[in-house]
């Protein structure tokens, strides 16, 4: 008779078909974002957002959809922006990308269930090359957003002060390159 450890039995237990994962992924980050919006640091009055509200916001950021239902600039401290700006980020990128991302720079291996999934969240034929795939989207994006960010600070730098330019620059590069619309 084989014998299986706690973990491994623990494991068999919850095998979750890869659409399942990225499901759970995806709720898992709109949960904590809505959490974090929820903090009353998150807003320049220092009232949490409703549950709602916060639900809506952190929901539009992972999915890029753009759309608020307040507004980010008047209604956000530095804080709750930083929250959406990660938020939009790793909803662009997506699930399987930002998680494998983190893998990358823990250096953890990345396992045949890891690239299984990201095969099912990018939607290619094949496993191999999958994390060569996720490190040149990754790469091309922060060039492409830095690009972005760097034009958009020389502009407005014009018109605010060097620190507000660079961090508005950031922002908006970030939420345009991922076609989140928030401003």
Request: with cysteine; glycine share 10%.
């Amino acid at each position: 008779m084989l014998h299986t450890s706690k973990k491994q039995r623990r494991f068999n237990l919850i095998k979750l078909h890869p659409a399942h994962i990225l499901l759970f992924g995806f709720s898992g980050l709109i949960f904590i974002g809505t959490c974090l919006l929820m903090i009353p640091a998150a807003t320049k009055d220092r009232h949490h957002l409703s549950l709602i509200d916060a639900l809506f916001e952190a929901t539009s950021a992972v999915c890029v959809t753009g759309l608020a239902v307040v507004d980010t600039g008047t209604t956000f401290t530095l804080f709750g922006q930083i929250v959406l700006l990660i938020l939009i980020q790793l909803g662009g990128w997506g699930f399987m990308t930002s998680s494998i991302l983190m893998f990358i720079i823990l250096g953890k291996k990345i396992g045949l269930k890891q690239r299984l999934l990201l095969q099912e969240s990018l939607n290619t034929f094949t496993v191999q090359g999958v994390i060569k795939l996720v490190q040149r989207i990754i790469i091309i994006t922060l060039i492409v957003e830095t690009i972005g960010a760097a034009a958009l600070a020389i502009r407005w730098s014009q018109e605010m002060s060097w620190g507000k330019s660079v961090y508005y620059g950031i922002f908006h590069s970030i939420s345009a390159f991922n076609n989140a619309g928030f401003g």
